[in-house]
């Protein structure tokens, strides 16, 4: 796992082992990002469900100003601050260990961009999507990893599912806020 481009370029990153993780294939990271390559720069990003960090950590080698990473996993949030450390990112993140219902009800930031990847098989993501909408802010996008033929809502709270992209058995699923009347989705 490394990462794709930007000021830490090539940078190797380390990852969890075991079955309870399930890293982003390059590929799909790298379609990710192309997806949303200038959306970036200057912007907050949310890597909720954070695991290795390896999202954020991305967002910020490409520019992002600033990254919130969140994992209810103290491991997994140990491997991201080392990720962290190592391309040389540590004081443009913060980490928080909590459960993603838990920090997302009571957080008062906002967001740009968020990543969510949660695991799998725990079905978060229709749950976490109505949570986070509220903290987005105006022209923020959401990006979605999941398994191929899960259903994701087709809107959450403002915001809509504008596009899918599938990489074999991996979904990404981008959601933009609702054009009002009059007003065009980007």
Same mark, same amino acid.
Request: hydrophobic residues 45%.
């Given at each position: 796992?490394?990462?794709?481009?930007?000021?830490?370029?090539?940078?190797?990153?380390?990852?969890?082992?075991?079955?309870?993780? @399930?890293?982003?294939?390059d590929r799909v990271k790298e379609g990710m990002f192309n997806a949303v390559q200038f959306e970036i720069e200057?912007?907050?990003?949310?890597?909720? %469900?954070?695991?290795?960090?390896?999202?954020?950590?991305?967002?910020?080698?490409?520019?992002?100003? @600033?990254?919130?990473?969140?994992?209810?996993?103290?491991?997994?949030?140990?491997?991201?601050?080392?990720?962290?450390?190592?391309?040389? &990112?540590?004081e443009k993140a913060r980490l928080v260990n909590a459960d993603f219902a838990a920090y997302l009800s009571s957080c008062r930031?906002? %967001?740009?961009?968020? %990543?969510?990847?949660?695991?799998?098989?725990?079905?978060?993501?229709?749950?976490? &999507?109505?949570?986070?909408?509220?903290?987005?802010?105006?022209?923020?996008?959401?990006?979605?990893?999941?398994?191929?033929?899960?259903?994701?809502?087709?809107?959450?709270?403002? %915001?809509?599912?504008?596009? +899918?992209?599938?990489?074999?058995?991996?979904? +990404? +699923?981008?959601?933009? @806020?609702?054009?009002?009347?009059?007003?065009?989705?980007?």
């Amino acid at each position: 796992m490394r990462v794709i481009t930007g000021s830490a370029r090539g940078r190797r990153l380390i990852t969890l082992e075991g079955m309870d993780v @399930r890293p982003t294939a390059d590929r799909v990271k790298e379609g990710m990002f192309n997806a949303v390559q200038f959306e970036i720069e200057g912007r907050t990003v949310l890597d909720l %469900f954070a695991g290795s960090g390896q999202l954020a950590v991305e967002a910020l080698s490409r520019g992002a100003a @600033r990254a919130v990473l969140v994992d209810a996993s103290k491991r997994s949030l140990s491997v991201a601050e080392r990720n962290l450390k190592a391309t040389g &990112l540590l004081e443009k993140a913060r980490l928080v260990n909590a459960d993603f219902a838990a920090y997302l009800s009571s957080c008062r930031e906002r %967001f740009d961009l968020a %990543f969510l990847d949660p695991p799998f098989a725990a079905g978060l993501l229709p749950k976490a &999507l109505p949570l986070l909408a509220p903290l987005m802010n105006e022209g923020g996008t959401i990006l979605c990893e999941h398994p191929a033929g899960l259903e994701l809502p087709r809107e959450a709270g403002s %915001f809509e599912a504008v596009r +899918t992209y599938r990489y074999g058995k991996i979904m +990404t +699923t981008i959601y933009r @806020r609702k054009a009002q009347e009059g007003q065009e989705v980007r």
